[in-house]
């Protein structure tokens, strides 16, 4: 398996997981979107809360450059940590959630 087809591997794997966390309230669904054609990788919720419409973005995750860029993460999960598990070196993850800035100082790749 080639590099790239293991970063997608290893995103997917890691989004399915979390994907089984089913929420409190049976109205709302997560929701993949793999896109390994642009390499665009996300876990949505999507439903309704009472009269309250939920929709975010849970994980998100792109390839750029032959590295994954962690885009959006609202869990307490150390996602960077599970990826360098799986085989991924610590500088092929960029925190793109942080301003490049602070990127050098996360112990994660930089752009």
């Known amino acids: 398996m080639d590099k790239l087809e293991h970063y997608r591997s290893c995103i997917q794997t890691l989004l399915e997981k979390y994907s089984e966390f089913q929420h409190r309230n049976e109205d709302v669904e997560n929701q993949l979107f793999l896109d390994s054609i642009r390499d665009h990788y996300q876990l949505m919720r999507v439903g ?7 929709y975010y973005t849970v994980l998100h995750f792109d390839i750029k450059d032959e590295k994954i860029w962690l885009q959006h993460n609202t869990t307490d999960i150390d996602v960077g940590q599970e990826l360098i598990e799986m085989g991924i070196p610590q500088e092929d993850i960029v925190l793109g959630l942080h301003p490049p800035y602070k990127r050098p100082y996360t112990g994660y790749g930089v752009a």
């Open 48 to 54: 309704w809360k009472g009269l309250q419409r939920v």
